[in-house]
């Protein structure tokens, strides 16, 4: 899995290498990049927790009817408070700051992506919640594992379909496919271990 996510992102940096203009001081921003996604590797994961952590609250659930594959649906609430109250109050504080309230008055025809992206987002999680139910005792390891290769391997084959690679040269390409193969391996090997 991790030799996958290297070969992707190794092909996805050669991509933008051969199809941007080199940036004036390319190393200027390279710390506070890193920092934010170290922090964000660490703290990705928080989410996948809630749902490790909160089987008392699913059992209860199953408890009082709910079906075991449903059970996640009473714990993404609490989990995915966690991160909703930091980013409202980040949101407003910015509104507010940059009085940039006003842009919200009329509807875009835009108001449709976010809400897809929302309905999306939303629903990967609530099959992830109820795949890991039937993973069973390892479920939200080799679930979350899983979710992550299927997500790297779904942005980047869109990416394909989108014509995102269409400039970037036969290395980066085959780089690329390098990756999503591993990926693929890494799916059969992880079903396999769970058997």
């Known amino acids: 899995m991790l030799c996958g996510i290297v070969a992707a992102g190794k092909a996805g940096r050669m991509r933008e290498r051969e199809s941007a203009p080199a940036p004036e001081s390319p190393h200027a921003r390279y710390g506070p990049a890193l920092l934010l996604a170290v922090v ?3 703290l990705a994961p ?3 927790f809630s749902l490790a952590f909160g089987q008392d609250i699913a059992r209860e659930a199953v408890r ?3 079906t075991p594959a449903n059970a996640a649906y009473a714990v993404w609430p609490i989990g995915l ?3 909703l109250l930091p980013n409202l109050a980040y949101s407003t504080y910015l509104l507010n700051r940059n009085r ?22 939303m ?9 890991a139910a039937l993973l069973g005792a390892l479920g939200t390891s080799v679930g979350w594992g899983l979710f992550q290769i299927f997500m790297i391997m779904t942005a980047n084959i869109s990416g394909l379909v989108t014509g995102e690679w269409t ?5 980066a390409r085959s780089l690329l496919w390098s990756g999503l193969f591993l990926l693929a391996a890494a799916t059969v090997l992880m079903a396999l271990g769970n058997r």
């Open 167 to 171: 400039h970037a040269g036969a290395p």
């Open 64 to 66: 009082r009817g709910t």
């Open 100 to 121: 940039t309230w006003s842009r919200f008055r009329t509807l875009s025809p835009d108001i449709w992506f976010p809400i897809l992206m929302g309905v999306l987002w």
């Open 81 to 83: 408070a966690g991160g």
């Open 46 to 48: 928080m989410i996948n």
């Open 40 to 42: 964000c590797g660490i």
């Open 123 to 131: 629903g990967a999680f609530a099959l992830y919640g109820a795949a």
